[in-house]
């Protein structure tokens, strides 16, 4: 590897060098702290991993979806066939071969001490964590597990036997249901509790620590959520035609609709909830109860609460008009709006604006330069002192940092990482080869 000054406030470590001609298209990948880099390659119809340049062991096939790091970098996993086997390779280590492994179900636990999948035995589907083979089932739901909680100590998963559906918690199986929705399943942020959605007959109830609440016609996507501080759930429910937001299993005003990925929201201090509501053809949010001015579009996913939790902001729009609209007061109006950020301290805010097909960015309501393309959220340093994002133009990209370009790659293929108040990484490509930049600010 080889280590590049590119200027008094960037250095450049190269990574890789790509062979485009045996890569597998899709299968790149980056670490969690974007510092490594692992993707497929075939040849002569084998398969094999390339991590940060470097090959590992030939395969008939390896799954591309199932290349995983660990949350702490430290580890990687695949899963890979031969001889028409599958088995898990860990930090290049083969695990049993089984006859079928379930290429979304390999997980690594928060604390990456416990490593899980779902695999086949004898026509019958088993959970493999560590090594060591839970009770088989008809099936385990792919999206329904396995998922750790946030402290490692649970593990849970979806099965079905004797056509019955149940959650599974360490290996203790709950109630029996018709069904159970999936993407409904998750635990508190403190992992004392667990809810999921159940289908009982033809009716749907929300299950909280294996209790049930009321049974309704349906349960909206994206939800139930806990609060910050697990002490509250909120959820989306349909009646007849109607939808409504139970809290705390109280019912909120019933609605035409409320806006998928539209909430609902608990602020961080887990005291207000924010949603989206559709009545006729008019979006509002609703915070704790008390309704917005009517528009014809609210931003999906775009309303977001401040650190504080006493500012809330989100996308709304007439017509081919769209503005942010912060505690209630409207911002300039531009062809398009990204989504926004709030700094750490509460006191700035920025998000990304399009206008006659220029993008900038809007930093504490003043425009920032003009580009061809601006990515993801706008990121503020943890001192809130700095923003950064990446930007784009004339096919090359690179980062802003304070309204000031970097140098430009061909692409940047990771999110941007603050190691201190005043440094920075991301991973960029500039022909075959992959850079790690770090950059001082």
């Known amino acids: 590897m080889s280590n590049n000054k590119t200027s008094s406030e960037s250095s450049e470590k190269l990574v890789v060098d790509i062979d485009f001609s045996s890569f597998v298209e899709d299968s790149l990948i980056t670490s969690p702290n974007c510092r490594h880099l692992v993707y497929i ?6 398969s094999f991993v390339i991590f940060d340049g470097k090959q590992e062991q030939y395969y008939e096939d390896i799954f591309k979806e199932s290349l995983t790091f660990s949350p702490d970098n430290q580890h990687f996993a695949y899963i ?16 049993k071969k089984y006859d079928a492994i379930l290429p979304n179900s390999l997980v690594f636990s928060p604390d990456r001490q416990h490593l899980a999948y779902v695999a086949t035995v004898n026509d019958k589907l088993t959970v493999v964590m560590n ?7 008809d099936a385990i739901l792919e999206g329904g597990g396995p998922i750790f909680s946030p402290d490692s100590k649970y593990l849970s998963y979806i099965s079905f036997l004797n056509d019955k559906c149940f959650m599974v918690i360490n290996g203790q199986e709950g109630k029996k249901y018709d069904n159970i929705v999936l993407g409904l ?34 349960i909206i996507d994206n939800s139930p959520i806990f609060s910050p501080d697990s ?3 909120a959820y989306g429910a349909i009646i007849g035609d109607k939808m409504v937001i139970v809290i705390d299993g109280k019912e909120g005003k019933k609605y035409n609709g409320i806006q998928e990925r539209g909430g609902p929201f608990f602020s961080p201090d887990s005291q207000h909830v ?6 006729g053809e008019k979006c509002f949010s609703v915070i704790d109860n008390k309704e917005g001015t009517r528009y014809e579009g609210i931003g999906e996913g775009s309303l977001i609460f401040s650190p504080d939790s006493n500012n809330i902001a989100f996308v709304a729009g007439y017509g081919e008009e769209n503005f ?6 409207e911002d300039a109006r531009y062809d398009g709006v990204g989504e926004g950020v709030f700094s750490s301290n509460n006191q700035r805010f920025a998000y990304m ?22 990515g993801e959220n706008p990121l503020f340093s943890s001192n809130n002192k700095h923003l950064v994002y990446i930007a784009g133009e004339n096919d090359k990209y690179f980062i802003v940092v304070d309204d000031k370009k970097r140098k430009p790659y061909d692409d940047i293929i990771s999110n941007i990482i603050f190691d201190s108040e005043n440094a920075f990484h991301y991973l960029a490509i500039q022909g075959s080869k992959v850079y790690l930049v770090e950059e001082n600010l």
């Open 231 to 233: 002490q509250h759930i």
């Open 274 to 279: 924010a949603y989206v509501a559709v009545s």
């Open 131 to 137: 090594g060591k083979e839970s009770k088989k089932y």
């Open 41 to 46: 390659s075939k040849l002569n119809n084998k």
């Open 185 to 218: 399943h998750l635990f508190s942020p403190n992992s004392q509790r667990v809810s999921y959605g159940a289908q009982i007959s033809n009716k749907w109830v929300v299950v909280i620590d294996e209790k049930e609440e009321n049974k309704y016609d349906g």
């Open 324 to 329: 942010f609209v912060l505690n209630g007061k």
């Open 353 to 374: 604006a399009v206008f006659n097909e220029e993008c900038f960015i809007i930093l504490d309501g003043k425009k920032n330069n003009k580009y061809e393309y601006i």
């Open 80 to 95: 890979a066939k031969n001889n028409n086997k599958c088995f898990v390779v860990i930090d290049g280590n083969e695990q």
